[in-house]
């Protein structure tokens, strides 16, 4: 019954824009902590930024800092991964995944999150 779904992946040139959307269903999303996570093949999988209940704290990898923006919109069971100068070497399938609140660290470590969606390749080529 609980639902994660990502959307919005796809193929973009070096340097170009893409809006990634997590969609959820079954459960209110204000409630849970979000991450989106990345894995490419045969590379371990990493978190790319997560975002507290309300939005008002986030967190993001070292090697996204400056170019994405994690945010969310309760209302709309849906959130957000706005990437920008998007670089090769963020090609990847990425994930959404939502945890409790009261569980949230805010380390936005992979192995904390308990509900996972399939995810959406996001590719980076010229």
């Known amino acids: 019954q609980l639902q994660l779904v990502e959307s919005g992946g796809g193929l973009v040139q070096p340097g170009g824009s893409l809006r990634l959307y997590c969609a959820a269903s079954?459960?209110?999303?204000?409630?849970?902590?979000i991450g989106w996570f990345r894995q490419a093949p045969g590379k371990e999988r990493e978190g790319v930024s997560c975002?507290?209940?309300?939005?008002?704290?986030?967190k993001y990898a070292d090697s996204v800092k400056g170019r994405f923006t994690i945010s969310r919109d309760n209302a709309k069971n849906t959130v957000y991964l706005q990437m920008n100068s998007l670089k090769p070497e963020d090609t990847a399938v990425y994930y959404c995944?939502?945890?409790?609140?009261?569980?949230?660290?805010?380390?936005?470590?992979?192995?904390?999150?308990?509900?996972w969606g399939q995810g959406t390749q996001v590719t980076v080529s010229s």
């Open positions: 079954g459960i209110t999303l204000g409630y849970y902590a």
């Open positions: 975002i507290s209940s309300s939005g008002g704290s986030s």
């Open positions: 995944a939502a945890l409790e609140e009261i569980y949230y660290s805010g380390k936005c470590n992979y192995a904390d999150f308990d509900y």
